[in-house]
């Protein structure tokens, strides 16, 4: 069966520095990537998404980025974090077109001070 | 476009029905439902495709009328563990496109 990991749960970071968050899929092939930011209460805005190696579709144009080294795994990155960049982040993947259903991963909870 | 979820919220009695509506302003090619319990990632419910069927999961269906560009989730005998938020996620492409588009999400609390 099909699994979606997503570390870390957790990370605090401070106002400037770095991120990268990972995603990887396991028993399956060639899947569609996504990668959403849900703030507080709010609902899931889609920030990347992959329909295969190195092909990366930005939705919102920010300061952050994503890539897909290779086949099951997608990163989330950034060269300085803001405040903003603060949420709930969610890695998911389907199988194919809109009519798949998306597979959500357990989300890393980003704080920024 | 993101779709509109109606009501924003919603609270019942345990045993009682509820009906979430998503509304488009595009034709819609298919209609996701996902809950998601709080500090948890979304689950997914069920898909409906054009073609205005109707779907259901033991106590939970849906509705898809693809000329009103409407769907609605039904929760029957509402259950404890059927608290949470609820989201539609819409594709109006015609089936070409990769993404979805969701909705804000209803909150739905069930009490003993």
């Known amino acids: 069966s099909q699994t979606i990991h997503q570390w870390p749960a957790t990370l605090v970071q401070p106002v400037g520095s770095p991120l990268s968050l990972e995603c990887t899929v396991e028993g399956t092939s060639n899947p569609n990537l996504y990668w959403y930011r849900q703030a507080a209460g709010r609902g899931l805005q889609l920030l990347f998404y992959?329909?295969?190696?190195?092909?990366i579709s930005s939705e919102v144009p920010q300061n952050l980025s994503a890539s897909r080294p290779q086949d099951r795994q997608f990163i989330l990155s950034s060269k300085k974090l803001l405040l903003s960049d603060s949420g709930f982040y969610l890695c998911?993947?389907?199988?194919?077109?809109?009519?798949?259903?998306?597979?959500f991963g357990d989300g890393t909870r980003l704080s920024i001070l | 476009q993101q779709p509109v979820q109606s009501p924003q919220a919603v609270i019942l009695r345990e045993g009682e029905d509820a009906v979430i509506n998503c509304s488009s302003s595009?034709?819609?090619?298919?209609v996701h439902w996902y809950r998601q319990k709080h500090g948890e990632a979304p689950v997914f419910l069920m898909i409906?495709?054009?073609?205005?069927e109707q779907k259901g999961h033991e106590k939970i269906s849906a509705s898809f009328n693809e000329k009103k560009q409407q769907s609605s989730l039904y929760l029957t005998a509402s259950q404890l563990s059927y608290s949470g938020t609820y989201f539609c996620?819409?594709?109006?492409?015609?089936?070409?496109?990769?993404?979805?588009?969701f909705g804000k999400g209803t909150l739905l609390t069930v009490n003993p």
């Open positions: 409906l495709l054009k073609g205005g």
């Open positions: 996620g819409t594709d109006g492409s015609g089936g070409s496109n990769y993404k979805l588009t």
């Open positions: 998911a993947w389907n199988g194919g077109y809109s009519n798949q259903p998306q597979h």
């Open positions: 992959s329909v295969g190696i190195g092909q």
């Open positions: 595009k034709a819609l090619y298919s």
